[in-house]
């Protein structure tokens, strides 16, 4: 992973990667939050799409091109569609090679896809329905690919506390105990911190930014029901489903780091 340095992998490097994604991710949410559900983009579709929803019928597209154009060569980089993606029609320089060659077979996406719209989506967008269907669906394109990157970063995340540990981990992969493993590899502090800096993001880059001088200050801190998405939904997202998902992906990747 380029943005962990390179070869040179480093608990803290794959940590600050993971914390400017938290950028991202928050800007992603803000982005899909200023249109409704817009439910019809998520419903079968017509003889023309296979009978596939609009979003179904999007991503399987979208990471084609994607793919022609040389992504998903590195192990963070999953798709939602692997099946029959088309091979890259330009050159494309091989990732540095940190991670076991089994890496690339762990994948959560099936419940990143699940959990973005069966429990995400109804809690940072309004009922309603404002036809802007293609516009939203590519907006939940760019959600889903950000979260899917920040979950499996969790093969880096996974690859250093073994590097660091080998004597640890090693027994727990043999035994093949994904209980004691998930124990050794969770860092709770670490969690609780993420979840404030998280909500704190969606707080202050959620705001309006305005000139206006209010009593003395440049900007007034505005409530939690005035940002463009609820800072208690990302702590929230972060707690149930991001964290829970990266430490699963830790976990697949351990127990194939010695086959
Ligand atoms: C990613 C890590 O592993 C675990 C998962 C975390 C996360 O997804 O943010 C945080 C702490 C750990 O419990 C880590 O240690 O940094």
């Not at 991202?24 to 799409?49: D, K």
């Not at 050159?91 to 690339?104: E, F, G, R, W, Y």
């Amino acid at each position: 992973m380029d943005a962990a340095g390179g070869e040179q992998l480093s608990l803290a490097a794959v940590r600050d990667a993971l914390v400017r994604l938290e950028d991202s991710v928050v800007f992603a949410l803000i982005e899909r939050a200023r249109h409704p559900r817009n439910a019809a983009a998520y419903a079968p579709g017509g003889g023309g799409a296979g009978g596939r929803s609009l979003v179904e019928f999007f991503v399987r597209e979208a990471e084609a091109l994607n793919a022609k154009a040389g992504h998903y060569q590195k192990p963070e980089d999953v798709p939602f569609f692997p099946q029959g993606l088309p091979l890259p029609l330009f050159p494309t320089k091989s990732p540095p090679k940190v991670l076991h060659p089994l890496a690339s077979l762990v994948t959560v996406n099936d419940a990143i896809w699940k959990m973005y719209f069966d429990e995400l989506l109804p809690l940072f967008t309004v009922d309603g329905d404002d036809g802007s269907y293609a516009e939203t669906v590519a907006l939940d394109f760019a959600c889903l690919q950000v979260l899917s990157r920040r979950i499996h970063i969790g093969k880096y995340v996974a690859e250093v506390k073994f590097q660091d540990a080998p004597q640890d981990y090693s027994p727990l992969i043999q035994a093949k105990d994904s209980n004691s493993l998930m124990d050794l590899l969770t860092f709770k502090a670490v969690e609780e911190k993420v979840k404030k800096r998280v909500e704190k993001k969606a707080r202050t880059f959620g705001q309006d930014v305005t000139l206006e001088v209010n009593a003395g200050k440049q900007q007034v801190t505005a409530s939690d029901s005035e940002c463009k998405v609820d800072p208690t939904v990302l702590s929230k997202l972060y707690d149930q489903w991001v964290m829970p998902l990266t430490k699963d992906v830790e976990v697949e990747y351990l127990l194939r780091r010695l086959d």
